[in-house]
């Protein structure tokens, strides 16, 4: 887009023009310049990290399992249980102690959200301190 601000007889004539090549050499620094850069940013350090020898802690007497069946049913201990009771089953489970561990056993068909569902209505109830069980895996030597 140029204007022309002169008469004919004038001897300067100006033409105003945004010159946009400085623009775009700054623009393809800047590029080059974060694309040398961004890889660097993100650099795995390689680290050999240490096998932790701490024992087992002591299982409590009366451990509160809260299992999670293959249907998606709940079971405190032995009983069977509904969601909707899952926190009055609790509290008499615990004798109303929410510092109690609960330990959370879910069958491997179970899917992650229906896991997240459970440890959400678990610390609805007020139960914070929960332990996912798992087997033990043995390796073959």
């Known amino acids: 887009m140029a204007i ?3 008469r004919e007889d004038d001897e300067f ?5 945004i010159n946009v090549t400085p623009f775009i050499d700054v623009i393809l620094v800047l590029l080059i310049i974060f694309m040398i850069a961004a890889p660097l940013a993100t650099v ?12 087992p802690q002591q299982r409590p007497d009366k451990p509160v399992f809260l299992t999670v069946k293959a249907d998606l ?13 899952l926190a009055a089953a609790l509290a008499a489970a615990t004798n109303n102690n929410h510092d109690e561990r609960i330990f959370l056993r879910a069958d491997r068909t179970v899917n992650y959200g229906e896991v ?19 087997l033990e895996q043995r390796e073959a030597k």
């Open 13 to 17: 004539a100006e033409t105003h023009e």
């Open 44 to 55: 795995d350090v390689a680290v050999d990290l240490p096998s932790s020898n701490v024992e």
């Open 116 to 134: 997240m569902e459970i440890m959400n209505a678990l610390r609805a109830a007020g139960y914070l301190k929960v332990a996912l069980v798992s």
């Open 73 to 85: 049913s709940l079971t405190l201990g032995e009983t069977a249980v509904s969601r909707d009771q």
């Open 4 to 6: 022309r601000l002169a």
